[in-house]
C-alpha cells in the first residue's frame, strides 16, 4: 500500500480551515475548479466534478468519517482506463486538523492499495493544491 502525506501548517482557526476544506465555493478555489457535492455525513455519497479542456472529469466515493474541526474521511474513486469501479480500486482520504497555538496543522493522507499504487516523498507549502488551500484559509488572494 502507497501512504502519501501531505503536511501545512495555515495561519488560521481550525474551523476557518474546515471551511475551505468542507465548503463546495472553497473547495472550488483550490481544487482546479472541482465540484464538490455531498453532505458530509458517514455513509453518504462524495463526488468531485472539475471540466478541463472541454472535457468532464469526475471520482467519487463515500463519506467513512466526520469529526468536524478535526477529522475528514471518504473513500474515492478515480477513473482510468482498464479500472474497474470496485472496492479494491479505491483510495482513502483522510484530512486530520490539529489546533496549534490558534493556527492549525492540516495532514493529508492519501492510503492507496490500487494497482500501481505509487508512495511519493512528503510534500508541503510547496505543492501547489496545499499553497492554494492555505492562501484561502489565510484569507489571501488566491495564489498563480
Same mark, same amino acid.
Given at each position: 500500500?502507497?501512504?502519501?502525506?501531505?503536511?501545512?501548517?495555515?495561519?488560521?482557526? &481550525?474551523? =476557518?480551515? %474546515?471551511?475551505?476544506?468542507?465548503?463546495?465555493?472553497?473547495?472550488? $478555489?483550490? #481544487? !482546479?475548479?472541482?465540484?464538490?457535492?455531498?453532505?458530509?455525513?458517514?455513509?453518504?455519497?462524495?463526488?468531485?466534478?472539475?471540466?478541463?479542456?472541454?472535457? &468532464?472529469? =469526475?471520482? %467519487?466515493?463515500?463519506?467513512?468519517?466526520?469529526?468536524?474541526?478535526? $477529522?475528514? #474521511? !471518504?473513500?474515492?474513486?478515480?477513473?482510468?482506463?482498464?479500472?474497474?469501479?470496485?472496492?479494491?480500486?479505491?483510495?482513502?482520504?483522510?484530512?486530520?486538523? &490539529?489546533?496549534?497555538?490558534?493556527?492549525?496543522?492540516?495532514?493529508?493522507?492519501?492510503?492507496?492499495?490500487?494497482?500501481?499504487?505509487?508512495?511519493?516523498?512528503?510534500?508541503?507549502?510547496?505543492?501547489?493544491?496545499?499553497?492554494?488551500?492555505?492562501?484561502?484559509?489565510?484569507?489571501?488572494?488566491?495564489?498563480?
Amino acid at each position: 500500500m502507497a501512504i502519501n502525506i501531505s503536511k501545512v501548517t495555515i495561519n488560521a482557526t &481550525t474551523q =476557518k480551515v %474546515w471551511n475551505t476544506l468542507t465548503d463546495p465555493g472553497q473547495v472550488k $478555489l483550490w #481544487q !482546479y475548479g472541482s465540484v464538490l457535492q455531498t453532505d458530509w455525513n458517514a455513509g453518504s455519497d462524495i463526488t468531485f466534478t472539475t471540466e478541463w479542456e472541454g472535457q &468532464t472529469f =469526475k471520482q %467519487w466515493g463515500k463519506i467513512i468519517e466526520v469529526r468536524p474541526y478535526e $477529522l475528514i #474521511q !471518504y473513500s474515492l474513486f478515480a477513473p482510468r482506463p482498464g479500472l474497474e469501479d470496485k472496492a479494491e480500486n479505491y483510495f482513502i482520504m483522510s484530512y486530520y486538523l &490539529t489546533d496549534y497555538n490558534g493556527a492549525t496543522k492540516l495532514e493529508i493522507v492519501q492510503s492507496d492499495d490500487r494497482p500501481n499504487a505509487v508512495q511519493e516523498p512528503e510534500q508541503g507549502e510547496e505543492n501547489p493544491i496545499l499553497k492554494s488551500l492555505k492562501a484561502i484559509a489565510e484569507g489571501c488572494d488566491y495564489p498563480n
